[in-house]
């Protein structure tokens, strides 16, 4: 029965049409996966690319030819997750804990000499920690660290990192003459990509990223196609350097990368003459105003110009603090307090969620407390419930808290 339902539905989404590409969702690839279980559909879309009242058209489109076929009593979009995971996360770094991009709006704000300083501290507390470096055009991350090729492959021809100090190391720069890099557009967009899926990391615990400055191709690229898990922005407590910040910061969070934090850097210096710090910008505090968490403030100094090729024990204390906050910042962001009565549908497909979701509904007592956590946009949960108690009424406390960009806590009250 369920089979024959199967084909019936397809046949009926096959009549759907992607509105932009004017083809069929199933041609167009909107279509991921279709269950029927019961009377039960639940069909899996990608609708990532979308606007959102595109998306919602779309969605009401199929709901309503799935619901049209005899034998569905009930008919559900699920949509696919739209940031990349770890599962989706290019072969060498599929298993690192994380990917901290660090980004400036400017350059010569000694944004990689921060992101050098970054993987320094952390490969020095014992992380295994890998470099890559996204500077295309500019890609300083060798000089600083005094670390030449030739970049060796493996058997597959894919290239493997550069080791030093601790740190395994990817860059353009490893694989270029003294030639200026003059790519643009597709070829920059299409280099960066393939050398970051390429490249043969060893099992990392962090990856650092040291992105170009300001927001153009090659850090849309990164974006869109590397799983970001969170930003450092680097900038100077100058005025204009701090404006340009805040719409960088709008940048990634309108694509879900979290923001970690602020780097102040080159604010002040030590007189050699009377010892005192002095203001290199002068008084005031610009960097209050982007309301985002300053990480540390890193003054200018012969220490942080001399650290990359320093030896652990010579680490300026302030990359350490560094390297802690980013650290303290990223739990901060990405754990997760699941309540003990919550029901975890997380990593579950989207059959088994609504099976599950449904067993638990029944299981509990009607006008108690129901909480539920997802990894996917639970809005669809929503109209699932109500089809599953046919009493709209019922369900008009329904809150959604999104605990972090892939983590959604949904409360409601148990129909």
């Known amino acids: 029965m369920d089979d024959a339902i199967h084909d019936d539905v397809e046949a009926a989404l096959r009549k759907v049409r992607d509105p932009e590409a004017d083809l069929s969702v199933f041609e167009a690839g909107l279509i991921e996966n279709i269950h029927t279980t019961d009377g039960t559909v639940v069909i899996e879309v990608d609708l990532h690319d979308f606007p959102p009242q595109e998306a919602e058209s779309v969605t009401a489109t199929l709901v309503e030819a799935a619901s049209a076929v005899e034998g569905v009593e009930r008919a559900h979009v699920e949509r696919v997750p739209d940031t990349p995971d770890t599962d989706g996360r290019a072969a060498g770094i599929a298993t690192a804990d994380r990917v901290i991009a660090v980004a400036s709006a400017k350059g010569g704000v000694g944004k990689s000499t921060v992101a050098t300083g970054l993987a320094r501290a952390l490969a020095a507390d014992g992380e295994a920690v890998g470099l890559f470096d996204a500077d295309i055009h500019g890609p300083n991350v060798p000089e600083l660290l005094e670390v030449s090729g030739p970049v060796h492959s493996d058997d597959e021809g894919n290239p493997i990192p550069v080791e030093t100090r601790g740190i395994e190391v990817m860059s353009v720069g490893l694989m270029s003459d003294s030639a200026p890099l003059a790519w643009r557009g597709a070829m920059a967009h299409d280099a960066l990509s393939e050398l970051f899926e390429d490249t043969r990391w060893r099992d990392p615990d962090t990856v650092v990223i040291d992105l170009p400055p300001g927001t153009g191709d090659i850090a849309l690229t990164t974006l869109q196609s590397v799983p970001i898990d969170g930003v450092v922005f680097v900038t100077t407590p100058f005025h204009a350097a701090v404006s340009d910040t805040h719409r960088s910061l709008q940048l990634f969070e309108e694509n879900d990368v979290p923001v970690l ?84 549908i997380r990593g579950l497909s989207a059959e088994d969620r609504y099976d599950a979701v449904e067993t638990h509904v029944a299981n509990g007592e009607s006008g108690t407390t129901m909480q539920v956590v997802s990894d996917r946009d639970p809005a669809p949960l929503r109209s699932y419930l109500i089809d599953l108690v046919d009493d709209i009424d019922s369900l008009e406390r329904f809150a959604v808290k999104q605990q972090n960009p892939e983590t959604w806590l949904v409360r409601t009250v148990r129909p």
């Open 261 to 344: 934090g602020i780097v102040s850097n080159m604010g002040e210096f030590v007189c050699d003459e009377c010892g005192e710090p002095h203001e290199l910008f002068g008084e005031g505090d610009p960097i209050a105003a982007l309301n985002r968490p300053v990480l540390s403030e890193l003054p200018f100094t012969e220490a942080m110009q001399t650290f990359p090729t320093a030896s652990d024990d010579h680490l300026p204390s302030s990359l350490r603090a560094l390297a802690d906050a980013v650290r303290r910042r990223y739990d901060e962001i990405w754990s997760v307090d699941v309540p003990s009565n919550a029901l975890d």
